[in-house]
Nanobody, 123 residues
Framework: QVQLEESGGGLVQAGGSLRLSCAVS????????MGWFRQAPGKSREFVAT????????YVSESVKGRFTISRDNAKNTVYLQMVSLKPGDTAVYYC????????????????WGQGTQVTVSS
């Protein structure tokens, strides 16, 4: 069974950067599309970014476009979310997820989720 573990969250000032990592167990990582979602306090979980199994296709939400970049290293079974120019509105728990249905912005298409990592951006 595939398991996901996020890391790299923390407290950062507005304008700063963080890189989140999601380590995936299992030998079939390169067959999964991966996604990043986030959930802010009192809000529903929202899509952030997705990447195809090969890494050749990526898509990010409009709210983070130009600031966040998703990438993956299939040799290391890891997907990343590079975040720059962070804003207080980016404060949330960030989750990575795996999909066997291809890239998607819909959380229902992802069948395995990590526990999340907290990102807090201070003003």
């Amino acid at each position: 069974q595939v398991q996901l573990e996020e890391s790299g969250g923390g407290l950062v000032q507005a304008g700063g950067s963080l890189r989140l990592s999601c380590a995936v167990s299992g030998r079939t990582f390169s067959s999964y599309a991966m996604g990043w979602f986030r959930q802010a306090p009192g809000k529903s979980r929202e899509f952030v970014a997705t990447i195809s199994p090969s890494g050749g296709y990526t898509y990010v939400s409009e709210s983070v476009k130009g600031r966040f970049t998703i990438s993956r290293d299939n040799a290391k079974n890891t997907v990343y979310l590079q975040m720059v120019s962070l804003k207080p509105g980016d404060t949330a728990v960030y989750y990575c997820a795996a999909s066997s249905l291809g890239t998607s912005t819909h959380e229902n298409n992802y069948y395995t989720w990590g526990q999340g990592t907290q990102v807090t951006v201070s003003s």
